[in-house]
């Protein structure tokens, strides 16, 4: 896990939300793998202060609405 992963290698994209006295702190994660998460939310704040985890796939393809069947055709 790296925190300079190249943009090119990213396929996931993922926001931690963390409460504090001040508000939610957002930690954003760029990953080449999504069990790299475990990875970072290890280093960070306590996980019992987590509010939420999301976690979005990053679109390396021209189409945004590709579809099971057009990629089992590439």
Same mark, same amino acid.
């Given at each position: 896990m790296s925190n300079t992963t190249s943009r090119s290698r990213v396929r996931w994209h993922a926001t931690a939300t963390y409460r504090s006295n001040e508000g939610h702190v957002v930690v954003?994660?760029?990953?080449?793998?999504?069990?790299?998460? +475990?990875? !970072?939310?290890?280093?960070?704040? +306590? !996980?019992?202060t987590i509010v939420k985890i999301e976690i979005h796939r990053v679109n390396h393809i021209d189409s945004p609405t590709l579809t099971v069947e057009q990629q089992a055709k590439m």
């Open positions: 954003p994660m760029m990953l080449e793998e999504v069990g790299d998460l +475990h990875d !970072w939310i290890e280093k960070g704040p +306590h !996980w019992d």
